[in-house]
């Protein structure tokens, strides 16, 4: 089944100048690559993107962490890959959201650490399931961000603009 999944590669993740390594690890996928960007995270964005996990204990934390005020890198790369079972590719190379857990061959495994203070540094957000990557790749991208059509839009006229906005 064609699917996509939002990839993030995270603030630690450019700071140790992974993103090549990542992306070459990511091309096993035979995946394509339909969107990109680099995104200074705002507030609201980070908020928004993790409001899953708003009560946990460590929401604060995992915060500063994706606005990259942990790393001072105040940015990530964010990308849609799009392909056959792109969701569950992509998270069987990435492994273990926890680094110590994560196979030493997967890419959480090989660069992801723990810190003393316990935030997983694990240099890489991948979407869980379907209706995860439909929120997150929406809130990351505009429809004409994205290379093929991969949700409903419309058009919409907005100070005298046209432009399409998703469904």
Known sequence: MVNQTLILIKPDGLKK??????LTR???TKLEIVASRIVRVSRELAE????HMKDAPFFDELIH?????????HKVMAMVYWGD????????????????????VSIRGAYGRITTAGIYE????TSA?????????KLWFEPDEVIVDIYP??????NNIKKRVWV
């Open 26 to 28: 990511l091309s096993e």
């Open 48 to 51: 928004t993107h993790y409001s």
């Open 122 to 125: 694990n240099v890489i957000h």
């Open 129 to 137: 399931n379907s209706e995860d990557a439909q929120r997150e790749i």
């Open 153 to 158: 839009t419309k058009e919409v006229v907005e």
């Open 65 to 73: 962490y994706i606005m990259g005020e942990l790393h001072d890198r």
């Open 17 to 22: 100048s992974l993103t090549g390594n990542i």
């Open 85 to 104: 079972d792109a969701i569950q590719k992509v998270r069987d190379l990435c492994g273990a959201t926890n680094p110590e857990e994560a196979d030493p």
